[in-house]
């Protein structure tokens, strides 16, 4: 089994909306960040890349590249979760705690859970998400921005059924003595190929 967690938090900056699990929710500010800011999928997608040993968001959808300036975050958990199944593992729960003195996440908890089932293609009953204030102490608690922690745990799925194409950007994944390498097509599929560790250095 595998074991990861991840955290982020933003500011809060000009708008009039936070997105929050894939929910947009009405608010009197909204989030400085280079995607949606959602910091809840931001923090699950570090839990999953962390528990494949696959780095963290910012190496996958580095905020340098203006494709994801503005992006849907639920862009990058299909993502993860499709490296899930190419590294031969199999989603178990995540858990999730919101951290934020305003917006109210109680009322939208349950689409949250809902979206990010549907795009990991799991039961909603894997999916847990609480919130919490941090009592007004610290910025959170001056309300100058939320943040999220989420933990997730990962079983041994069949490593023998993984697919040969994956429909997901920029991966570099690692599977035994074999680094595989994404290949983006023009109809952005990624095709990936296998290239034994020690022969280019420079991958």
Same mark, same amino acid.
């Given at each position: 089994?595998?074991?990861?967690?991840?955290?982020?938090?933003?500011?809060?900056?000009?708008?009039?909306?936070?997105?929050?699990?894939?929910?947009?929710?009405?608010?009197?500010?909204?989030? *400085?960040?280079?995607?949606?800011?959602? !910091?809840?999928? @931001?923090? +699950?997608?570090?839990?999953?890349?962390? =528990?494949?040993? %696959? #780095?963290?968001?910012?190496?996958?959808?580095?905020?340098?590249?203006?494709?994801?300036?503005?992006?849907?975050?639920?862009?990058?958990?299909?993502?993860?979760?499709?490296?899930?199944?190419?590294?031969?593992?199999?989603?178990?729960?995540?858990?999730?705690? *919101?951290?934020?003195?305003?917006?109210? !996440?109680?009322? @939208?908890? +349950?689409?949250?859970?809902?979206?990010? =089932?549907?795009? %990991? #293609?799991?039961?909603?009953?894997?999916?847990?998400?609480?919130?919490?204030?941090?009592?007004?102490?610290?910025?959170?608690?001056?309300?100058?921005?939320?943040?999220?922690?989420?933990?997730?745990?990962?079983?041994?799925?069949?490593?023998?059924?993984?697919?040969?194409?994956?429909?997901?950007?920029?991966?570099?994944?690692?599977? +035994?003595?074999?680094?595989?390498?994404?290949?983006?097509?023009?109809?952005?599929?990624?095709?990936?190929?296998?290239?034994?560790?020690?022969?280019?250095?420079?991958?």
């Amino acid at each position: 089994m595998r074991v990861g967690i991840g955290y982020d938090v933003h500011a809060y900056g000009d708008g009039d909306h936070v997105t929050l699990g894939g929910v947009r929710i009405a608010h009197t500010r909204g989030v *400085i960040a280079h995607s949606d800011g959602d !910091v809840a999928l @931001h923090a +699950l997608c570090d839990a999953l890349l962390g =528990a494949m040993a %696959l #780095g963290d968001i910012g190496e996958h959808f580095p905020d340098s590249d203006p494709r994801w300036k503005g992006a849907d975050s639920r862009r990058f958990l299909r993502h993860c979760g499709a490296l899930v199944q190419a590294q031969g593992w199999r989603f178990v729960n995540a858990d999730l705690t *919101i951290l934020a003195q305003v917006p109210r !996440v109680g009322p @939208h908890r +349950l689409l949250m859970r809902q979206n990010i =089932a549907d795009d %990991l #293609g799991v039961r909603i009953d894997c999916i847990n998400v609480k919130a919490t204030t941090s009592e007004e102490l610290g910025a959170l608690g001056r309300g100058e921005g939320l943040a999220c922690q989420a933990i997730v745990l990962l079983t041994h799925g069949d490593l023998a059924s993984r697919p040969r194409y994956l429909n997901a950007e920029h991966a570099v994944l690692t599977l +035994l003595e074999w680094r595989v390498v994404p290949v983006v097509t023009e109809n952005d599929t990624v095709v990936v190929e296998e290239i034994k560790l020690g022969d280019n250095d420079n991958l």
